[in-house]
């Protein structure tokens, strides 16, 4: 700034989200529980506005009481970006009023509660030191214990979700399904590397927001032979993990490379790719390209032959249309499965 040694930041957007008790009541939203908020907010537009967040998602405000005597509890947070990319807070500004609520509004809000709680399974008490209550918890144990779950199971939840919230930027609740595929992705560390579409983009939506760039390439993969090898492993180098797109039996036979193609059945092929350290993730297409799968997908980087660039690598346009990119690897002289198989016929 000319007028002082302070950062000029341009307003590019502004984003609203509930923060502290409203938070929890969020995050339990996410994690399909109904939802009874108690509490006070300011007589304000943040207030109005904070109640409409939370009845948008389906959380009752009827117990939320409109305050007289203090505003809704603001913080507004001012966000750049690091080398253009990375989120980083720079400064935050509170509006906030934390003495004790009048007595008469406590008591409004504890007969509110008395009422609540004979409708309910689990009674969550979430306390930021703001006037209102004192004590303490957490949004995954109150959730998991109201759904059945015992002490030990639900603070095993808890520790999942707490692991997953703490790497998201501000507060954003965490979901059924990313519990989930975080349980998957431990689980499966040793269980396999093959997954359904669906459960794969549920964990690559997790690892990505750690962080991780996704490498993808497909393929038959029909005999594996040195050339493969050297292919995958490059193209591993390409991201933080390696997805293979395997075609189908029937997939192989639309592609018309003969009637004894494939030789070895998709399951057989799965399983060899699977053993292959450079190899993250397996998941069959029954389609003759992977278009479909790269929708769904969307690769950081699309891996392919260099065979391929007079051929035209299909999903290249979808791929470089959100920012990704194609990388076109060169191929091990000689190598090919149609010439391997013709040599074992031969001999």
């Known amino acids: 700034s000319p007028e002082a040694p302070v950062p000029v930041l341009r307003a590019v957007q502004r984003d609203e989200r509930v923060g502290g008790c409203a938070n929890v009541a969020a995050c339990l939203r996410a994690l399909h529980t109904q939802v009874i908020c108690c509490g006070a907010v300011g007589r304000d537009s943040a207030g109005e506005r904070l109640c409409a967040l939370l009845t948008g998602i389906g959380v009752d405000t009827a117990g939320v009481l409109r305050s007289e005597s203090r505003p809704t509890i603001t913080k507004t947070r001012l966000i750049g970006l690091a080398q253009h990319r990375h989120r980083q807070q720079l400064l935050r500004l509170d509006e906030e009023e934390v003495g004790p609520l009048p007595r008469s509004e406590a008591n409004r809000i504890t007969e509110t509660v008395l009422r609540a709680i004979e409708t309910v399974d689990v009674a969550c008490i979430e306390d930021y030191e703001k006037g209102v209550i004192s004590g303490e918890v957490v949004t995954m144990l109150a959730a998991a214990i109201a759904a059945g779950a015992d002490l030990v199971q639900a603070v095993k939840l808890a520790n999942v979700a707490g692991g997953l919230e703490v790497e998201k930027f501000g507060c954003v609740p965490i979901t059924v ?46 005999l594996l032979h040195a050339g493969h090898a050297e292919y995958l492993n490059r193209a591993r180098q390409e991201g933080s993990l390696l997805v293979i797109g395997l075609n189908t039996d029937r997939s192989v036979k639309a592609l018309g490379e003969g009637p004894d193609r494939p030789i070895n059945t998709q399951d057989d092929r799965a399983a060899v790719l699977s053993a292959l350290e450079c190899v993250d993730y397996v998941v069959l297409f029954d389609e003759p390209t992977p278009e479909a799968l790269l929708r769904r997908v969307r690769p950081d980087v699309l891996v392919k032959g260099e065979d391929w660039a007079t051929k035209g690598v299909v999903g290249q346009a979808f791929v470089e249309s959100y920012g990704g990119r194609v990388k076109l690897m060169p191929l091990k002289p000689g190598m090919s499965t149609s010439a391997l198989i013709e040599r074992i016929r031969r001999a």
Request: proline share 0%; charged share 40%; with cysteine.
């Open 177 to 222: 399904d990313e519990v989930l595929a975080d349980l998957r992705l431990e689980h499966d560390r040793c269980n396999g590397k093959v997954r359904t579409v669906d459960d794969l983009v549920a964990e690559l939506n997790l690892r990505r927001d750690r962080g991780e760039t996704v490498a993808f390439t497909n393929g038959v993969f029909d």
